[in-house]
């Protein structure tokens, strides 16, 4: 669509995606419709891993070379000595 209206404003894409959307039938937006519900439960699924994940690091749980880190600054502060 931008080839064929180089310098179009975005207003006027989204007005004209929008026009295009209509003029289809209900066969044709269902091609259209379930990859998208398939992606979004998929980023449903994401959000609740990163919500569970953000439960852990509150409830003093440790993200991965966290502690690895902490134990390197310790030995550093142990050679200086």
Known sequence: ML??????AFTEV???LGRRWGLLSAEEKEAYKQPAAEAAAGEEDKAEDDDEDDE???EGGEDEGE???EEEDKKDDE???
């Open 3 to 8: 080839a064929e209206n180089p310098g179009i």
């Open 14 to 16: 989204g007005k004209e």
């Open 56 to 58: 852990e690091d509150e």
């Open 67 to 69: 502690g690895a880190a």
């Open 79 to 81: 050679e200086e000595e």
